[in-house]
């Protein structure tokens, strides 16, 4: 009973459904309030002297409801990504390319040591994360990873740890990420990505200090399994069944190559053409096609391995659409103006260094309510800008508290859908997260502290 007990998890949908709830019934008691918004540069930006009264939208019952359909429709683009990138990668599964993959990294690990290779892995979607600005996009992937972390003789915890927070922790300080620094650069009429070397500074940092954590993880329970803080969980269902007949033969190594090109194209067609999640998945649905031609596999076949890689992903891709509906009840409630409001007023009478590290502190809160990096920066950092012009601070030292206050805490709030949806393909009750988590929690604020100390003492500029 006791080990039943320590397995079970909190259901991610019970939980973004309670914040659903609290937020309608807070919609009631707010004091009702909301800044003027213009549009600057195709950027809807707050007027931060605007703030006056407006009349109490609540949301009504039928409303807290329609916040699920709504939160779908919104984050329908990303979620049918997810779906077709889990029907490709399904084709790479029962092709046995994935399988040939992984036998080939599980033999070079008699030559090559285990911890390098989760090593390699985990740099991997650091660079993923912190320069190509990817979080949700790698899930389909984290099961493979999880897969082979277990196979390897560690947890499922190594192979989430190594892949979705290696990923969501890049993300958090990534030097040009579109969605935090590119939003808030435009907001604060700055030069796009300006100031991006303290910020590579900052992302080695992190980045070694989580390789550092995790290995360190890794090496004890492979040593000591009855350490693994998921020790009581049962995790045969993640192994991917794999034969140990297969090989990497041309064929399977042109598929990978074919995998590795749906990458890289995709990844130029974002950094420079301007795509979105349509073209993504359209590339990625290419590449599948092509390596099911390759394997021989007929239509029907390629039809029905879609379809069923699609259902193994509807789950993860569903949290997106029901943690896009807490935003949805927010903004339809009026609470997100009030909220941003209340927080901010308190900064203005601190020293410089002060109320930097209170705008830190404002937006790791203010992310738990509004998980958007580019949502939360549009209403944030209009409030932050002119509250940094007043006190002598730079816009651009502004810009990395509100990264900072935003991006870190991805890997604590339990509304972050992204999370959670890692969370729930490795098993690991969030109550487990935390305790693997919370000490490099705080690690990383220190190391924060002391670099918004130093953007402040150097004048981090351009200005």
């Given at each position: 009973m006791k080990e039943k007990k320590e397995g079970k998890s909190l259901n991610p949908f019970l939980?973004?459904?309670?914040?659903?709830?609290?937020?309608?019934?807070?919609?009631?008691?707010?004091?009702?309030?909301?800044?003027?918004?213009?549009?600057?540069?195709?950027?809807?930006?707050?007027?931060?002297?605007?703030?006056?009264?407006?009349?109490?939208?609540?949301?009504?019952?039928?409303?807290?409801?329609?916040?699920?359909?709504?939160?779908?429709?919104?984050?329908?683009?990303?979620?049918?990504?997810?779906?077709?990138?889990?029907?490709?990668?399904?084709?790479?599964?029962?092709?046995?390319?994935?399988?040939?993959?992984?036998?080939?990294?599980?033999?070079?690990?008699?030559?090559v040591s285990s911890q390098v290779i989760l090593a390699i892995i985990m740099v991997l979607f650091f660079i993923i994360g912190g320069i190509l600005g990817w979080s949700e996009h790698i899930i389909p992937f984290v099961p493979i990873i999880i897969s082979l972390a277990i196979s390897l003789g560690y947890d499922s915890l190594v192979g989430?740890?190594?892949s979705g927070f290696a990923c969501l922790i890049a993300f958090a300080v990534g030097p040009f990420n579109v969605y935090t620094v590119g939003t808030s650069d435009t907001i604060a009429e700055l030069p796009m990505f300006s100031?991006?070397?303290?910020?590579?500074v900052v992302l080695v940092v992190i980045c070694l200090l989580s390789l550092f954590w995790v290995l360190r993880y890794a090496k004890k329970i492979k040593a000591d399994?009855?350490?693994?803080?998921?020790?009581?969980?049962?995790h045969s269902s993640l192994l991917i069944p794999t034969d140990s007949a297969m090989v990497?033969?041309?064929?399977?190594?042109?598929?990978?190559?074919?995998?590795?090109?749906?990458?890289?194209?995709?990844?130029?067609?974002?950094?420079?053409?301007?795509?979105?999640?349509a073209e993504m998945g359209a590339i990625f649905l290419i590449g599948g096609i092509v390596?099911?031609?390759?394997?021989?596999?007929?239509?029907?076949?390629?039809?029905?391995?879609?379809?069923?890689?699609?259902?193994?992903?509807?789950?993860?891709?569903?949290?997106?659409?029901?943690?896009?509906?807490?935003?949805?009840?927010?903004t339809t409630g009026g609470l997100i103006d009030p909220l941003v409001h209340g927080l901010s007023s308190i900064l203005g009478n601190a020293s410089s260094y002060v109320t930097v590290v209170?705008?830190?502190?404002?937006?790791?809160?203010?992310?738990?309510l509004i998980p958007s990096g580019s949502g939360q920066a549009t209403a944030v950092m209009p409030i932050m800008v002119p509250l940094a012009d007043m006190l002598h601070i730079t816009r651009q030292t502004a810009v990395l508290a509100f990264q900072f206050g935003d991006g870190i805490s991805n890997t604590f709030w339990f509304t972050n859908g992204t999370l959670l949806i890692y969370l729930g393909l490795a098993k690991v009750p969030l109550k487990t997260w935390y305790k693997f988590i919370l000490p490099l929690q705080g690690i990383f604020v220190i190391v924060q502290m002391i670099f918004l100390f130093l953007a402040c003492s150097m004048n981090y500029g351009p200005f």
């Open positions: 939980i973004l459904a309670t914040i659903i709830v609290l937020c309608t019934i807070a919609s009631y008691f707010v004091i009702p309030g909301a800044y003027d918004r213009e549009t600057v540069n195709n950027v809807t930006v707050v007027v931060a002297d605007s703030y006056h009264a407006v009349d109490r939208t609540p949301v009504s019952f039928l409303d807290m409801f329609r916040s699920i359909p709504n939160g779908l429709v919104a984050s329908g683009a990303l979620m049918f990504c997810v779906m077709i990138i889990g029907g490709v990668v399904e084709i790479y599964n029962r092709t046995g390319v994935i399988g040939a993959a992984v036998n080939s990294v599980l033999k070079s690990s008699s030559k989430m740890a190594i100031g991006w070397e303290l910020r590579l399994p009855s350490r693994s803080l998921v020790k009581n969980i049962d990497l033969d041309p064929i399977k190594m042109v598929s990978l190559v074919v995998m590795i090109v749906s990458f890289a194209v995709t990844i130029y067609g974002m950094l420079t053409l301007g795509w979105s999640y390596v099911a031609i390759l394997n021989r596999v007929s239509p029907e076949d390629v039809v029905n391995m879609l379809i069923d890689g699609a259902k193994g992903a509807f789950s993860g891709a569903l949290i997106i659409g029901v943690a896009r509906a807490v935003q949805w009840t927010m209170g705008m830190f502190i404002v937006n790791f809160f203010v992310n738990a």
